[in-house]
T-cell receptor, first 117, second 114 residues
């Protein structure tokens, strides 16, 4: 069975500093994708970054980077130069790739990030 | 980028009535869409997979007769909450995968049953 674990219910970070949000996963699928989403209070799910299980390099998208350690089954999100607008709930999610279940996202519990001015 | 549009964003209905929520892919065709439910301060839980031209696939514990899903075209999936009760009050959100590396969500629908 697939499982995503986010062990940090809440995090604080000072504006302009970097922050790491933890995510570990468990899956028996040979190929899978890992996603991070931001959910502000409005409820919308904003796609941030994607990492494929066979990607050799860690994914980066602007201020977001994914620290992917396959052997440890972790996919931590790093946000650099935090901004007040980064305050939101962040979800790590996983989906199998190349199977009939591709597209089904399994989510972690989420981490609430608050950026302090 | 790919856009998924969901309507309505908020709905209040009386107990016992039905509510229909629409999910559209605006610039790509989606043979499969997904419906999730989220209770306050909790994670998203997959309810069902909507398949164009065939029956939806429901996750364990989700009542298919209560949550009717129709995927009549390559760009539209609908979720109908039938005979709604206060415990059905929740945030419902749909998603679609234009490609393996991206999953986009609708804006979500906040349902309140009174």
């Amino acid at each position: 069975a697939q499982k995503i674990t986010q062990t940090q219910p809440g995090m604080f970070v000072q504006e302009k500093e970097a922050v790491t949000l933890d995510c570990t996963y468990d899956t028996s699928d040979p190929s899978y994708g890992l996603f991070w989403y931001k959910q502000p209070s409005s409820g919308e799910m904003i796609f941030l970054i994607y990492q494929g299980s066979y990607d050799q390099q860690n994914a980066t998208e602007g201020r977001y980077s994914l620290n992917f350690q396959k052997a440890r089954k972790s996919a931590n999100l790093v946000i650099s130069a935090s901004q007040l607008g980064d305050s939101a709930m962040y979800f790590c999610a996983m989906s199998p790739v190349g199977s009939s279940n591709t597209g089904k996202l399994i989510f972690g519990q989420g981490t609430t990030l608050q950026v302090k001015p | 980028g790919a856009v998924v549009s969901q309507h309505p964003s908020r709905v209040i209905c009386k107990s016992g009535t039905s509510v229909k929520i629409e999910c559209r892919s605006l610039d790509f065709q989606a043979t499969t869409m997904f419906w999730y439910r989220q209770f306050p301060k909790q994670s998203l839980m997959l309810m069902a997979t909507s398949n164009e031209g065939s029956k939806a696939t429901y996750e364990q514990g989700v009542e298919k007769d209560k949550f009717l899903i129709n995927h009549a075209s390559l760009t539209l999936s609908t979720l109908t909450v039938t005979s709604a009760h206060p415990e059905d009050s929740s945030f419902y959100i749909c998603s679609a995968f234009p490609r393996n590396t991206e999953a986009f969500f609708g804006q979500g629908t906040r349902l309140t049953v009174v």
